[in-house]
């Protein structure tokens, strides 16, 4: 049954819902395994009686390590050996010609099948028929010609081919594993002439068999029919896909536009909030510290818990949010992914309110600037560059802050600390009708190296903090996470602190994020970590964040880095995205009123 959906004419069970889940799927491939191994069977059987009569060249075959490629190799090689042959310069020859002709498709559609022996046993039916050729002289019109038909047919499915590479729909795939399992069957009654037929001697009478030559033809029949489901099949699927595609980018351009009034707002704010006071300061504090608390003691829930088991904690969660967070709750994180983000919040040693503590610090230890840091704090803000980064570019994008101040002689904290400061407080507290941001920010000078007796350095920590910041974010809104990615060695190397992986993982969440969503990444002081021997890995970190800033086209990613003096090789990441303040900003009179106005 078909119905009209906004123009497009799709089959009523595309309208119904197209996507499911996949865990099934190997449930279904694993059907095939009975009818799998019995060819296998008789391609070893096959392979064995071609030893015993000199054929050498299949003897070091593996069956079940078979590429597209080995089939590829014999067709050369058979074409060699027959090309000065008159007597084989017959329709076999044109045959195998077909297969090479037709391989493209073919060998695409193989790559595309599950892991495992899938697409090996079809390549080793392949080569050991082709390569055994030059055995059998009486087969020519009917064995190989059921041999060429199969990547024939694939290349007329073409478009299907295409289509399955990009989409992988439920009911694309049920007809992709039936189209499968009468390919199995074809080249089963094509092996089982090999093996029951006596070289030259009875292979023509085989074939004038009836049942035998019934049965290949009526598999090649079911092959193509099967080929015909599929393609209109693909058909469906496509028009479905263009379908969503529309909706896709009429949902994209609203959050696009969506996401350029918040940064707007959030620059608006920074510039001309009225001030807040300490104890309206202090209650937003304590609203994202009820958030944090609640995820500090999931986190060591879990930790302390042998079975890993998550219902209780998952409750800890979930419920007081309910309560705290009801308008922002949308749907549960399935228990599996739920006790994968904690036990890495946990591998990661994250402690949710230690950048909140620095942010406040800033916040406090701002009131006391003196009037020529204010005014370098203004100047940042109303930098021309800063203002487009911030409100004007709606694009990932990266920006370095030098304040250019003499290092040496600078005391108390910088003025570029408490912009930054200013401005995570007011990103994460905005309401907006757009939205929120997802923000993740590090103070190096809370931090300094030298000083800890962790045994990880502080860059690692930086990135392991940015991490966990973002998957703390992702658990309170709710975001299905995809913890595919972390196998047994990852597990082990977040636990050695690797930080090659921290940033593969933290690349991984930001394209879990919603479509254009926004991401505010503020570093500040990363001088702090450009010193020996912590080089390499700041730069490392820079390097794929910057690089995330450059490419990220599924969100809106922000990267502001700041420093009081001035950043060394790491400039090398930012280009023309730098921002050098002059050392002669001269205090005005409106930059203690500029300053007193930013959000609290």
């Known amino acids: 049954m078909r119905s009209i959906v906004n123009g497009v004419t799709v089959s009523s069970h595309y309208s119904k819902g197209r996507e499911r889940n996949r865990s099934g799927y190997a449930e279904m491939w694993k059907q095939a395994d009975k009818e799998k191994e019995e060819l296998f069977d008789l391609i070893e059987q096959v392979q064995k009686k071609l030893e015993g009569k000199g054929n050498g060249r299949l003897s070091g075959l593996e069956l079940r390590r078979c590429k597209w490629d080995h089939v590829m190799a014999q067709v050369q090689e058979t074409s060699r050996q027959w090309k000065n042959s008159p007597s084989r310069a017959s329709r076999a020859m044109r045959c195998i010609e077909k297969v090479g002709e037709n391989s493209e498709a073919f060998k695409s559609w193989l790559e595309l099948l599950p892991a495992g022996d899938y697409g090996s046993i079809i390549s080793g039916v392949f080569t050991i028929v082709i390569g055994a050729a030059g055995r059998y002289t009486k087969v020519e019109d009917e064995i190989f010609q059921a041999l060429a038909d ?62 035998y030559k019934e049965e290949l033809t009526e598999s090649l029949v079911e092959l193509r029919k099967n080929s015909e489901k599929i393609q209109e099949e693909a058909n469906q699927c496509q028009q479905w896909r263009i379908f969503k595609q529309g909706n896709t980018l009429r949902q994209i351009d609203q959050k696009g536009d969506q996401g350029l009034h918040l940064l707007q707002s959030i620059y608006h704010l920074l510039l001309t909030s009225p001030i807040l006071g300490a104890n309206a300061e202090t209650q937003g504090v304590n609203g994202d510290a009820l958030g944090h608390s609640l995820i500090s003691k999931a986190i060591a829930a879990i930790a302390a818990s042998p079975s890993n088991s998550v219902s209780e904690h998952e409750n800890i969660v979930h419920t007081s949010f309910g309560e705290s967070h009801h308008a922002t709750t949308k749907r549960a994180l399935a228990r599996d992914s739920i006790r994968k983000a904690y036990k890495l919040l946990q591998s990661l040693s994250y402690d949710p309110n230690t950048t909140s503590v620095d942010v406040d610090t800033y916040l406090k230890l701002g009131e006391a600037l003196d009037e020529d840091k204010k005014a370098r704090s203004v100047a940042m803000i109303q930098n021309t560059r800063f203002r487009e980064f911030m409100a004007e570019y709606l694009a990932s994008s990266s920006l370095l802050v030098n304040g250019r101040a003499d290092i040496s002689s600078a005391e108390g904290m910088s003025p570029l600390s408490l912009v930054a400061a200013k401005l995570v407080r007011i990103s994460e507290g905005i309401n907006s009708p757009s939205g929120s941001p997802y ?17 990880v350095s502080p860059p690692v920590e930086l990135m392991a903090s940015l991490l966990g910041q973002l998957l703390d974010q992702m658990i309170e809104r709710e975001v299905e996470v995809d913890f595919s990615m972390l196998t047994k060695n990852i597990w082990r190397k977040i636990e050695q602190s690797d930080l090659k992986v921290l940033c593969d993982i933290f690349r991984e969440l930001t394209y879990q994020l919603p479509p254009k969503s926004v991401l505010i990444c503020v570093i500040n002081e990363l001088t702090r970590y450009e010193v020996a021997p912590f080089m390499k890995e700041t730069d490392a970190i820079i390097g794929r964040l910057a690089r995330l800033a450059l490419r990220h086209d599924e969100i809106v990613f922000k990267l502001l880095v700041t420093c009081e003096g001035r950043a060394l090789d790491i400039s090398k990441y930012f280009a023309n995205h730098i921002v050098d303040l002059g050392e002669d900003i001269e205090p005005d009179e409106s930059a203690a009123w500029k300053i007193s106005t930013m959000g609290g």
């Open 150 to 211: 199969i990547p024939e047919i694939i290349e007329h499915s073409r478009r299907y081919v295409k289509i399955y590479a990009d989409l992988r729909d439920h009911f694309l795939e049920k007809r992709t594993f039936d189209l499968f399992r009468s390919i199995l069957r074809t080249l089963s009654h094509i092996m089982r002439f090999f093996k029951d037929s006596t070289f030259r001697k009875f292979s023509e009478s085989i074939l004038k068999q009836g049942s």
């Open 439 to 455: 923000v993740v920010k590090y103070f190096c000078n809370q931090h300094p190296p030298f000083l800890s007796y962790s045994a």
